[in-house]
């Protein structure tokens, strides 16, 4: 039975006042020399003062249909389904996932925990990682595609064999973009790129292109600024890597400096000259010199005056120890006092010397070649040694030389074959900059 609703307004019922005949001719008057301006208030939709005596009252009747109680509901209301994206977070487990993403029926439970195939999901939940995810409003799962490492993903879906699910490891179609963004230093590189939602990889990345020229502990000043363009891969809007810093700038304290990206692995200044020293100076991060390069120390094991023809830098055990410059590894073992010892072999006569190594990285094999900055092993106290610490020497066509006042090879720039090459390759990447330069596109406060 369909109902009838009324709606009123609320009718307001005036006093009566009684007035003199003065006083109404003053009412009158006041009356009639408002008029011009009522005019133009009502123009503009305002009455101000407006008494309710003068709203009509009109009372509004309106036949609202309502559903029959018996209607069918659609066929495959109980099947209709939703998609969820969602991103793993820390602290993350199967079972949390499970019940954030309303996955509840037993059959895709038991399968999710137990299937071998669909394990990637339990032992990749690292934090940041992307979940599609398609069930029934009822929870009865009917897709999952969980992003794995390499721009892969795990896909499950609901099948018709005895486990009710099958999974299988697709490419993820991935969209390649060019990204462009500046920041500007109020505290620190991390606390900019944060702020202007630049990944960590790419600030990184930053800090190692300049960091033979920036200090970045020490050297930066508030009102520096920076402007990157680096590649990046998207699924469905979401980042799921970053790719090559392409190019960057970084103004600091007034001074302008460029690297652009050419070749596998080198950054060049405008002008072609390599950015990179030919040699790091120290082969660890954020350690100390504990013993000094002496040509007569005495030793704290063999309890005699020898001299000590390297340099030892503390760190704890397992610290990474770094190439510190392009090479090919002469040796790789145990010798005598040195414990655990790699020897590389740069060009030009120079060799470098790492020792007491606790063990080396997968990659460091005799012949091989290493690049400046690879991990090449790890800190350790094998040999004579009486604490954890890297013993590092630097050699010139085999005379030992103080690996913290030795002068370092120049970097090479371009050959003059790459030259023209190179200004081509740079010369789009260095307009971008210059349109950026003086547009601060996030700051930090």
């Known amino acids: 039975m369909l109902k009838k609703i009324r709606i009123l307004t609320q009718k307001y019922t005036p006093q009566k006042y009684t007035l003199g005949t003065h006083k ?142 099958s999974a299988q490891t697709q490419a993820m179609a991935l969209e390649k973009r060019v990204i462009v963004k500046s920041a500007e230093i109020r505290s620190s590189l991390f606390a900019a790129t944060d702020e202007a939602d630049i990944p960590d990889a790419i600030a990184t990345k930053i800090a190692d292109i300049f960091s033979s020229e920036i200090d970045f502990n020490q050297d930066l000043r ?94 704890p055990i397992g610290t990474k120890v770094k190439a510190v410059a392009d090479a090919t590894v002469s040796f790789v073992g145990q010798q005598g006092g040195y414990g655990n010892m790699i020897i590389l072999d740069h060009h030009n006569g120079i060799t470098t010397v790492y020792g007491h190594l606790s063990r080396f990285a997968a990659e460091t094999v005799r012949g091989h070649a290493v690049h400046q900055g690879d991990v090449i092993g790890f800190v350790g106290m094998t040999g004579l040694a009486t604490g954890p610490h890297l013993h590092y020497e630097y050699r010139i066509n085999g005379v030992f030389h103080d690996p913290v006042t030795v002068a370092l090879p120049a970097s090479i720039p371009l050959a003059d074959s790459q030259r023209i090459s190179f200004i081509g390759h740079a010369k789009p990447l260095l307009s971008q900059l210059d349109l950026l330069h003086d547009t601060d596109l996030a700051a930090l406060e």
Do not use: C
């Not at 009372?59 to 793993?88: K, N, V, Y």
């Not at 363009?229 to 007034?254: C, D, H």
């Not at 692995?265 to 405008?270: A, H």
């Open 24 to 165: 109404q001719r003053i009412r009158w008057l006041l009356a009639a020399s408002t008029i011009p301006l009522l005019g133009i208030l009502t123009a503009f939709g305002i009455a101000p003062y407006t008494l309710p005596e003068n709203v009509p009252v009109i009372a509004i009747s309106q036949e609202i249909p309502m559903p029959e109680t018996g209607e069918a509901l659609p066929a495959d209301a109980d099947t209709a389904s939703l998609w969820r994206l969602d991103e793993t977070q820390r602290g993350d487990t199967l079972a949390s996932v499970l019940s954030r993403l309303n996955i509840r029926n037993s059959e895709a439970v038991a399968y999710l925990r137990q299937a071998p195939e669909a394990s990637a999901l339990a032992t990749q939940l690292v934090p940041g990682r992307t979940l599609l995810v398609k069930t029934t409003d009822q929870g009865d799962l009917i897709e999952l595609q969980f992003q794995l490492d390499g721009g892969n993903a795990l896909v499950i879906k609901k099948s018709s064999t005895a486990a009710g699910y």
């Open 222 to 315: 508030r009102g520096d600024h920076l402007t990157v363009i680096y590649e990046a891969a998207y699924n469905n809007g979401e980042l799921i890597r970053t790719g090559k810093v392409l190019a960057a700038e970084f103004v600091n304290k007034g001074k302008v400096l460029r690297g652009i990206a050419y070749g596998d692995n080198g950054y060049y200044s405008p002008n072609g000259m390599n950015l990179h020293k030919s040699f790091l100076r120290s082969p660890l991060e954020f350690t100390r010199i504990s013993s000094g390069f002496s040509l007569a120390r005495w030793h704290p094991i063999l309890n005699t005056m020898r001299a000590h023809k390297g340099v030892d830098y503390a760190a």
